[in-house]
């Protein structure tokens, strides 16, 4: 079955403390990306990977890192969590193609930073 | 002002009806997405529009790309449609997408 796995689906946690959220998906697609969804500013984006070892910046990627070493993989990588990172995150991915490609997402991470 | 504004931003609607929500966009692009969320958070790409117009069930969507509007149509709407509806722009010559804040929508049996 085609799908983007998220892994936590939730997570609580304390501030400083790191973490990673990882993404998967199995249909090789060249482009990635990681969203936040916070009540009243709808979903942003933090950062996105057009293929392996090319990352670029979204609209909101302060705080956050991430690494494309492999093609399925994108993870999240929180250095030190604050508070104001606590969201609902989505990862998604699709091909490269700018006409045609529709987004495929996972199923959220709900991380709340104490 | 946002980049990609919707509206409504809430609608109720009985059983059966037809429903109709818009979305005004101000900077140029590429594509235009649909999204629905469902209570519980799981996004699923309605549609993808880069001109015209595109049907899938009950669902139509249409994009003008000169008045830089497209609207989402739901025929015979049922309770099963109650979701969030994003509307999402691609820009020109990127992958980076701008979300709109959502349409709330519930059916009423």
């Known amino acids: 079955e085609a799908q983007v796995t998220q892994n936590p689906r939730y997570l609580i946690t304390v501030t400083g403390k790191k973490l990673t959220v990882t993404c998967s998906q199995n249909?090789?697609?060249?482009?990635m990306s990681w969203y936040r969804q916070d009540p009243g500013l709808g979903l942003r984006q933090i950062y996105y990977s057009m293929n392996v070892e090319v990352t670029d910046k979204g609209d909101v990627p302060e705080g956050y890192k991430v690494s494309r070493k492999e093609k399925r993989n994108f993870p999240l990588i929180l250095e030190s969590p604050s508070p104001n990172q606590t969201s609902l995150y989505f990862c998604?991915?699709?091909?490269?193609?700018?006409?045609?490609?529709?987004?495929?997402f996972g199923p959220g991470t709900r991380l709340t930073v104490l | 002002k946002n980049e990609v504004e919707q509206s409504p931003q809430n609608l109720t609607a009985q059983e059966g009806e037809f429903i109709t929500i818009n979305c005004s966009y101000s900077?140029?692009?590429?594509?235009l997405h649909w999204l629905q969320q469902h209570p519980g958070g799981g996004i699923v790409s309605l549609f993808m529009l880069s001109s015209g117009k595109k049907k899938h069930g009950r669902l139509i969507a249409t994009i003008n790309i000169q008045e830089k509007h497209s609207s989402l149509h739901i025929t015979a709407s049922h309770p099963r449609d109650s979701a969030v509806y994003i509307c999402?722009?691609?820009?020109?010559?990127?992958?980076?997408?701008?979300f709109g804040t959502g349409t709330l929508l519930a059916v009423q049996p």
């Open positions: 900077v140029g692009i590429s594509a």
């Open positions: 998604a991915s699709s091909r490269r193609d700018f006409k045609t490609n529709e987004q495929f």
């Open positions: 999402a722009v691609k820009g020109g010559a990127t992958n980076k997408l701008i």
């Open positions: 249909m090789n697609h060249e482009y």
